[in-house]
């Protein structure tokens, strides 16, 4: 999405509120995600800026990232391995719950190029 992730420093999380509340107002309702995003903090901001449109849109997340162990803001490869699709993926909903201020937490979630 490029707000917390991938193009450049992470975004002014005021500004990127107002682009995802914009868009909302102009009809678009889906939005995609990722773990790697931050990691997390990308689900966690547009969790908040959607909050107030829940039960009108669609939040995805992709997951299947290895990512670094030293906490580095970046993924060294791709997991898609049992036990990490239960670490990150079984517990979305629950986790999520919280990072998405209860925005339809779960609406749907995706392997990444499995």
Same mark, same amino acid.
């Given at each position: 999405? &490029?707000?917390? @992730?991938?193009? /450049?420093?992470?975004?002014?999380? %005021? &500004?990127?509120? =107002?682009? +995802?509340?914009? =868009?909302?107002?102009r009809g678009?309702?889906? @939005?995609?995600?990722?773990?790697?995003? &931050?990691?997390?903090?990308?689900?966690? +901001?547009? #969790?908040?800026?959607?909050?107030?449109?829940?039960? %009108?849109?669609?939040?995805?997340?992709?997951? #299947?990232?290895? +990512?670094?162990?030293? /906490?580095?803001?970046?993924?060294? &490869?791709?997991?898609?391995?049992?036990?990490?699709?239960? %670490?990150?993926?079984?517990?979305?909903?629950?986790?999520? =719950?919280?990072?998405?201020?209860?925005?339809?937490?779960g609406?749907?979630?995706? #392997?990444?190029?499995?």
């Open positions: 999405m &490029g707000m917390s @992730f991938g193009y /450049g420093p992470p975004k002014d999380k %005021q &500004g990127m509120t =107002a682009l +995802l509340r914009s =868009a909302v107002e678009i309702t889906f @939005f995609d995600t990722a773990e790697v995003y &931050g990691p997390f903090t990308n689900e966690e +901001l547009v #969790g908040e800026a959607l909050s107030p449109f829940r039960g %009108q849109v669609v939040i995805a997340t992709k997951f #299947g990232f290895e +990512l670094d162990p030293t /906490g580095e803001r970046v993924w060294v &490869g791709l997991d898609s391995r049992p036990e990490h699709i239960k %670490q990150v993926a079984v517990p979305w909903p629950e986790r999520s =719950a919280s990072r998405w201020s209860r925005t339809s937490p609406d749907h979630h995706e #392997g990444e190029s499995v």
